[in-house]
């Protein structure tokens, strides 16, 4: 296992939707700028918001809890959140918690936006 | 065979707890743990300290966190003490189920169990122990998840 990347969080908005591109590692230290995020996306009525988790080597169930808070706020508005391309072991951990029946995943973005 | 053993004592505080993950995890990456396993045991150690600091010390800043580890390269053992009351383990729900899928929080103590290989608390509840055994070319996920 390399050394895990720094966190990063890259916002592109499209006319349909807005895609997050994370990078690195989401847990204990990062979870608060992705919930604020999802937070800020969820206010402005984004209807669908896409998490590009392709580049994502690791989260924890502080990062998880962000993207549910997330899924909880855009609720309100009929919003929602969509995954993309988890890496196997994020992949391994969202269906661990069974998280995959509460979030579409996708192979790519234009397949989470069409 | 290499053992490494010893005890880092941090604050109260998340980015403190960062910086001792990430010693503790270079040590490990250091001893050839694989994707899997360094996967697991950096999940759980985050999800314990995580606790610990958040849930056993209510991040009071004048109070401690003890990591003492014992790691080679057949496995890594991590003991993991905070200065709270404790809880009691057993009485967290179960956040696989339908009605606790939506819940934010709940996720650690079962995301440590379905990673490692041993995962047992003190009586009173502050104290975690952690085991991961290295076994080449397998997920992080131990068979036994009870």
Do not use: W
């Amino acid at each position: 296992m390399k050394r895990p990347d720094k966190f990063e969080l890259n916002v592109h908005k499209g006319s349909t939707a807005v895609v997050l591109k994370l990078r690195g590692s989401a847990g204990m230290g990062e979870a608060d700028t992705l919930r604020a995020k999802l937070e800020e996306l969820a206010e402005t009525r984004t209807p669908v918001i896409i998490l590009d988790l392709t580049d994502m080597d690791f989260i924890s169930s502080a990062g998880l809890g962000a993207i549910i808070f997330g899924h909880l706020k855009s609720r309100h508005h009929r919003g929602e959140i969509r995954l993309v391309n988890p890496q196997p072991e994020v992949r391994r951990l969202l269906e661990t918690t069974r998280l995959t029946k509460l979030f579409p995943i996708y192979v790519t973005v234009e397949q989470a936006i069409a | 065979m290499t053992t490494l053993s010893g005890k880092v004592n941090i604050v109260s505080d998340l980015q403190a707890a960062k910086k001792a993950q990430a010693r503790l995890m270079d040590k490990i990456i250091a001893l050839g743990y694989g994707e899997g396993p360094a996967f697991a045991i950096k999940l759980a150690l985050e999800e314990g300290i995580n606790n610990a600091i958040k849930h056993g010390n209510g991040f009071d800043a004048s109070k401690s966190v003890e990591i003492a580890y014992n790691m080679s390269h057949q496995e890594v053992a991590i003991t993991i003490t905070d200065q709270g009351c404790g809880f009691d383990p057993g009485a967290v729900p179960d956040p696989t189920t339908d009605e606790n899928l939506e819940k934010p929080c709940g996720r650690g103590i079962m995301l440590m169990r379905a990673y490692m290989d041993e995962v047992r608390f003190n009586e009173q509840g502050n104290q975690v122990f952690l085991l991961k055994r290295n076994i080449p070319d397998t997920c992080g996920i131990s068979e036994d998840t009870s």
